[in-house]
């Protein structure tokens, strides 16, 4: 059965902190592996990867993909109040669905 | 069109009554999805929508559950007979075929309470 598993479950730092992310997943026909961050509403995408190796990097914020070991991690430097969220994993499968499935999501507290 | 909409935002229905849902994806948009969400997990995947096609269902949808996008546009959910179980976030998401770039943006979710 397909899964996504990230951790920490949840996280608390303080601002100016550098935290890693965590997301594993066993998918069957993998096609790319989706970041959202999602406050108290809908989630917003952060990255998309679909290649092993290649960082992808928006301001403080960069996401790595191993598809050899199956994962994926969440890079967040200078951690600010505003970066608290529940960050989102997602695996999408190829083929007709192109569904995502996700992990529980990682809980991140930043305070000041 | 800056992004998926959902609506209504909130609805509070009493147990065994039917509530419907829509959304209308980004206009160029040619897949969409219905997912839902309670406290503390990640979205659960319900329905994909490719153009005017249910290409899957869920297990997870059961047959008081119906999903339609009938011009392969906006697209409705409908749940019959609603149960407690059934408060959850409902999350629609939109994507575009092809390209090499097919992240999926979300709605804003309309949060069902079912008393």
């Known amino acids: 059965e397909d899964k996504v598993v990230q951790s920490p479950l949840s996280l608390v730092v303080h601002e100016g902190d550098t935290v890693t992310l965590n997301c594993s997943y066993e998918v069957t026909n993998f096609r790319s592996l989706l970041w959202y961050k999602q406050e108290k509403k809908a989630p917003t995408f952060l990255f998309m990867l679909t290649s092993s190796g290649i960082e992808k990097k928006s301001g403080r914020l960069s996401s790595i993909l191993d598809k050899k070991e199956l994962f994926s991690i969440l890079n967040i430097t200078a951690t600010q109040t505003g970066d608290s969220a529940v960050y989102l994993c997602g695996a999408k499968r190829g083929g007709a669905t192109n569904k995502l499935i996700f992990g529980t999501g990682t809980l991140l507290a930043v305070q000041p | ?115």
């Open chain 2, 1 to 115: 069109d800056t992004g998926v909409s959902q609506d209504p935002r909130h609805k509070i229905t009493k147990r065994g009554q039917n509530v419907t849902f829509r959304c209308d994806p980004i206009s160029e948009h040619n897949r969409l999805y219905w997912y839902r969400q309670t406290l503390g997990q990640g979205p659960e995947f319900l329905t994909y929508f490719q153009n005017e096609a249910q290409l899957e269902k869920s297990r997870l949808l059961s047959d008081r559950f119906s999903a339609e996008r009938p011009k392969g546009s906006f697209s409705t959910l409908e749940i019959q007979r609603t149960e407690q179980g059934d408060s959850a976030m409902y999350l629609c998401a939109s994507s575009r075929d092809g390209g090499g770039s097919d992240e999926a943006f979300f709605g804003q979710g309309t949060r069902l309470t079912v008393v």
